[in-house]
């Protein structure tokens, strides 16, 4: 059988054992979405939010993209996190990498990937930032490891210097920002980092909003 009739069949039993479970599981959901959480992970497919959350349906907001970057100029990333930050009003953005990242090890070789190595140029920043550290590993498993977490730090940084989360912070104090590494070799999460309104942000990165700022949102991010 062709392999994708697989994940329609298997949408119609799914569909059947949330019924059973729970008659208004759809229809509860069908006009509005209020997740607590919104997700920056990597599109690796061994790393699905829900499944290693244990989460439904409705619970986070998902941005995935290759090695869970937050890029200042992705308005893709900027349109999620504005959505997520203003008008769903997540209590929690969680950074979520996972060891074994293939983009980071990509990042960490030499190789000419083509127009990848633009995106990838982003983790050779961190790389940059936390040379030394990094440098001083000679076991490659472990700088690798020790990469792919300076690299979810380096997104909750990136999250921090937005204008939209410290419009949100300055507003009311959320959201929290979470960094987390998932460990595909034994499912485990590893709780890296949190920044919240009380944390420090470096000066050069810090806005002052005025009151009118603050009280309204503007089009502009
Ligand atoms: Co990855």
Known sequence: MDSYKKLLLSNKAWVKEK????PDFFSRMANEQNPEFMWIGC??????????????PGEIFVHRNIANLVVHTDFNLLS???????VLEVKHIIVCGHYGCGGVKHA????????????????KDVYRIHERELDSLKN????LNRF????????????VETSIVQRSWARKKMPF?????????????????????????????????????????????
């Open 108 to 123: 960490l070789s030499s190789k000419h990937l083509g127009l990848i190595n633009k995106w990838l140029r982003h983790i």
């Open 148 to 159: 792919i977490e300076l690299n979810v730090i380096e997104q909750v940084q990136n999250l």
């Open 140 to 143: 490659e498993e472990e700088k």
């Open 177 to 221: 920002i979470h960094g987390w590494v998932y460990d595909i070799k034994n499912g485990n999460i590893n709780d890296l980092c949190l920044m919240t309104s009380e944390s420090h942000v470096d000066k050069i990165y810090k806005f002052d909003f005025t009151d009118e700022q603050i009280k309204h949102y503007s089009e502009e991010v």
């Open 43 to 56: 599109s690796d497919s061994r790393v699905p939010a829900e499944d290693i959350t244990g989460t439904e």
């Open 80 to 86: 999620v996190l504005q959505f997520a930050v203003e």
């Open 19 to 22: 019924l059973e479970i729970r």
